[in-house]
């Protein structure tokens, strides 16, 4: 099995930043890709941003790209997410998920996962 320990999220201000880890321990062979999600209250999850274990290649949602970066850790076994310039609308509960099969593009939605973190709260406040 896989598990998946997100942390780092907190209280910001607008215009501040946050960093976000995910630490990954058991099936380590079985990582494909890792991909950070949110989930606002009342509404579904949204991609944010995914990364390729084999290459490091990432992708990037339109409403993060170059205020989000996806990172990874191979010796501690983790990923990351630095936010910057945060938002009032990036408030969210935050998900680290991970990919355990080969697939042919980047995986943007929710059933393209297979393990998920229970998540990290991101307040902005304006």
């Known amino acids: 099995q896989v598990q998946l320990v997100e942390s780092g999220g907190g209280l910001v201000q607008t215009g501040g930043s946050l960093r976000l880890s995910c630490a990954a321990s058991g099936r380590t062979f079985s990582r494909y890709f890792m991909g950070w999600f949110r989930q606002a209250p009342g509404k579904e999850r949204e991609f944010l941003a995914a990364?390729?274990?084999?290459?490091?290649?990432?992708y990037y949602a339109d409403s993060v790209e170059g205020r989000f970066t996806i990172s990874r850790d191979n010796a501690k076994n983790a990923v990351y997410l630095q936010m910057d310039s945060l938002k009032p609308e990036d408030t969210a509960v935050y998900y680290c998920?991970?990919?355990?099969?080969?697939?042919?593009?980047?995986?943007?939605?929710?059933?393209?996962?297979?393990?998920w973190g229970r998540g990290t709260q991101v307040t902005v406040s304006s």
């Open positions: 990364l390729s274990w084999s290459d490091s290649s990432t």
């Open positions: 998920a991970q990919r355990a099969r080969p697939i042919a593009t980047m995986p943007r939605t929710t059933d393209e996962y297979h393990f």
